[in-house]
């Protein structure tokens, strides 16, 4: 349940923490008072996005952090699918920096929009009334009917097999739509892979065609430098290799009188022989070298045809032919296998479809068991909502196909006058008739979902007087079973909570702002009596306050 909210710079609100308690908790306060603002500002730790248009000074980051008790919830198994520390006190908080730029933490740890918004789903359900014109969607009115039949695991074995079916059905039809336009496709693929098998192409190759077409190219160059150098080191009547013996035999001499010059002569008959070893490489690499002309031209004529491919498949190396060649073999296999492929798909969606068939009847057959009860638990609803001729019904059907929600296709029918036959109630309600029959299947539904706090937002509009009374005993009633918190306009309602926080606005010479605070035993008396008595709060008002709070 939510115990904490705590709210920063968020639109008329400068800094606002109260604290929730167990039970029944209404939120009155005059209209443009900020009970709207405070819902927007609980949205956010919810996973509701946001932008810098809430900050209340636009120069300062905004923050939410609700504070959550979860001991008695199963969430463990969603903490541990998204790596986060569990703790039976869950704190969410919401960050909006003046940039736009929005943060959010479960417990310390940073998150996503996405996994915020799954929490909070499973720790909130806000219901404002305007969502009372869900009850007209049949996908809504399902998801109530297995909210009562307790439906969560077999709707959970249901959807898993519908996605497998899904998947199969779009495989098998991609597979069928392919295999009309396959025979032009493998005509240019197999002219294609027959190009690249004649050229051979071998990794690396192209790196090699290319040293060797230099080298070809520039033969007589290489070869006249070779010469030089061969020249140069040993061939010259003064060449490099006699004029190092003639050095060494001068350091020789020498160092017969000084010793210390022995180490440089070492040193140059190193070198010599290295030079010599040079000198001998350099004349084998001449011999090597020779022009020709017919190895030149067959070598260019290589790369040319290796170029043409890489243009022609558009690509940036010449190994990514050999990419190309794999990618073109692999498609003309499965294009050669696909009756196959199509025969064995069919297949496996023959035996998928069996299996969401089976799952879908064991819906239908929980659907089925628990919408005399709904019928009838409703219809008595109504009438302590003050619609004693009142007619309901949840007309269950079988859908031409499955969907993501069974095989079932259901309508709710309403009648709020004796008579007259119930009809689709998008058509026969009224919006005060949908808040009161949203509102008796939200407190059936209260002990049946794993939602510890559900908020209600001024789902009394259109009632008054005896009903609206009647509409708080059955708000008390829903608080025993799970947090409720409501914002409401009404004194009937707000005398049957047992925490009661008051709105109010107050400005000053520069600002408006938002304030709550958390009424007293006196401050609730008073606070009712001025919603019975227009503002005006007389002894009599008081007494009337007080047979509100006091009664049930």
């Known amino acids: 349940m939510l115990r904490r909210l705590r709210i920063s710079n968020y639109s008329l609100i400068e800094h606002l923490e109260i604290e929730f308690k167990p ?23 919810l996973g509701n996005r946001a932008d810098t248009s809430v900050l209340h000074n636009k120069e300062s980051k905004c923050q939410v952090e609700a504070l959550f008790d979860v001991k008695d919830i199963p969430v463990r198994e969603f903490f541990t699918a998204n790596d986060l520390d569990y703790d039976d006190e869950c704190i969410v908080l919401r960050e909006i920096a003046p940039g ?27 219901h404002s009334q305007h969502d009372s014109l869900h009850l007209t969607d049949s996908a809504f009115q399902l998801r109530i009917i297995d909210g009562l039949a307790g439906n969560d695991l077999q709707q959970r074995d249901y959807v898993q097999a519908f996605q497998k079916w899904q998947q199969l059905r779009q495989e098998l039809e991609q597979l069928k739509n392919m295999a009309g336009d396959n ?7 197999r002219f294609q892979l027959d190009e690249l098998v004649k050229t051979n192409l071998q ?38 290799i006699s004029l190092l013996r003639e050095a060494i035999g001068h350091l020789g001499k020498s160092a017969r009188y000084f010793p210390e010059l022995q180490n440089l002569s070492e040193r140059l008959e190193s070198v010599l022989v290295e030079l010599k070893d040079i000198a001998r490489e350099t004349e084998l690499a001449e011999l090597r070298i020779s022009f020709d002309p017919e190895e ?17 498949h558009r690509v940036a190396e010449a190994d990514g032919l050999l990419r190309i060649r794999s990618q073109i073999e692999a498609r003309l296999d499965r294009i050669s296998t696909k009756e196959f492929n199509i025969e064995q798909l069919s297949r496996q969606l023959d ?27 409703v219809r008595l609803l109504l009438v302590q909502l003050g619609m004693p001729n009142a007619s309901f019904m949840a007309k269950l059907g079988r859908s031409e196909t499955f969907g993501s929600s069974g095989a079932d296709r259901l309508n709710f029918l309403f009648s709020a006058n004796k008579g007259i036959a119930p009809d689709d109630i998008s058509r026969v309600a ?41 509409v708080g005993r059955i708000m008390a009633s829903m608080a025993r079973q799970t947090q409720l918190i409501a914002i409401t306009h009404l004194p009937q309602i707000a005398g049957k909570a047992s925490q009661h926080l008051l709105v109010y606005k107050k400005e000053d010479e520069k600002r408006t702002r938002s304030l709550m605070i958390n009424l007293s035993e006196q401050q609730r008396i008073d606070e009712i009596a001025r919603m019975l008595s227009d503002d005006v709060v007389t002894p009599a008002a008081r007494n009337a306050a007080k047979e509100l709070m006091s009664g049930y």
């Open 23 to 45: 039970g029944f908790t209404v939120i009155t306060g005059e209209t443009g008072a900020g009970k709207s603002i405070l819902l927007g500002a609980l949205g956010l730790v």
């Open 100 to 126: 736009g730029k929005s943060r959010a933490f479960i417990n310390d740890s940073p998150v996503n929009l996405p996994v915020l918004k799954s929490l909070g789903e499973l720790l909130v359900d806000i």
């Open 183 to 189: 025979q032009a496709e493998e005509e240019i693929l």
């Open 203 to 240: 990794v690396g190759e192209m790196d090699e065609l290319t040293q060797k077409s230099e080298l070809l190219s520039h033969a007589e160059e290489i070869k006249l430098g070779l010469y030089s150098a061969g020249e140069a080191l040993n061939r010259n009547e003064t060449n490099a």
């Open 296 to 312: 030149l031209e067959k070598t260019q004529a290589r790369i040319s045809l290796i170029r043409q491919l890489m243009m022609k």
């Open 351 to 377: 035996q998928a479809e069996k299996r969401l068939g089976e799952k879908a009847q064991l819906l239908t057959q929980s659907r089925q068991r628990v919408v005399p009860e709904m019928e009838r638990a």
């Open 430 to 470: 009224s919006g005060g008739e949908l808040s009161r029959l949203m509102l008796a299947i939200k407190s059936l539904i209260s002990g049946q979902k794993n939602v510890p706090t559900i908020i209600f937002d001024e789902i009394d509009t259109g009632v008054s007087g005896e009903i609206a009374a009647r």
